[in-house]
């Protein structure tokens, strides 16, 4: 799986980093460096959602946020990779 999460500057005003940073650390605590691949892009073209942008395949995930990830991770990751 690869997910990519958009770098533009609204996303990144909006945590992408910080999103970035989880997703980093929940891959390697669940052992899934070998099942899920980071990569970064350009605006995905949801600006005007809340929370950052990430892409899975051909959908993007709109709302990511600090509060919502585990939850976003639990099901949208770990359900389907782990």
Do not use: Q, W, Y
């Not at 958009?6 to 992408?16: F, T, W």
């Not at 995905?44 to 976003?72: M, Q, W, Y």
Request: charged share 25%; hydrophobic share 40%; aromatic share 4%.
């Amino acid at each position: 799986m690869t997910i990519e999460a958009c770098m533009g500057s609204s996303c990144h005003a909006k945590g992408a980093g910080r999103i970035l940073e989880l997703l980093k650390k929940a891959i390697k605590e669940n052992g899934l460096e070998n099942k899920v691949t980071l990569a970064g892009t350009l605006c995905l073209g949801r600006c005007g959602e809340p929370g950052a942008n990430l892409k899975i395949g051909d959908e993007v995930i709109t709302g990511i946020t600090e509060a919502n990830f585990a939850e976003f991770f639990d099901t949208r990751v770990k359900k389907v990779v782990g």
